[in-house]
């Protein structure tokens, strides 16, 4: 299951193109979208293989702020995954099988 996060005002829908999505993954178990304060949002997850991933979010990703920023609002995103020891490699460098 492939997994592409983007964040858009509510009610729109994602944008399109390149460079639009903040995080993407190929595999992901146990995932979750928590918004643990408006300008935190943590990427909850026990397994994943993660493609792309961007830790700030700005509005001007998708629409004008004007030229001076105002407007502008800001969101950080943060990686949780469930085991702090987390890898998705074994100590080998071998792949951890789904479980």
Do not use: C
């Amino acid at each position: 299951m492939d997994w592409i996060v983007y964040i858009v005002r509510n009610g729109k829908a994602a944008p399109t193109g390149p460079g639009k999505a903040f995080f993407e993954a190929s595999e992901m178990e146990g995932g979750k979208l928590i918004w643990k304060y408006p300008h935190l949002l943590e990427i909850q997850y026990d397994r994943a293989e993660i493609e792309k991933f961007r830790n700030v979010w700005g509005l001007d990703q998708i629409e004008d702020v004007g030229s001076t920023g105002e407007r502008e609002y800001f969101v950080e995103i943060r990686l949780a995954p469930s085991s702090a020891d987390f890898s998705i490699l074994t100590p080998s460098g071998g792949f951890r099988h789904s479980r």
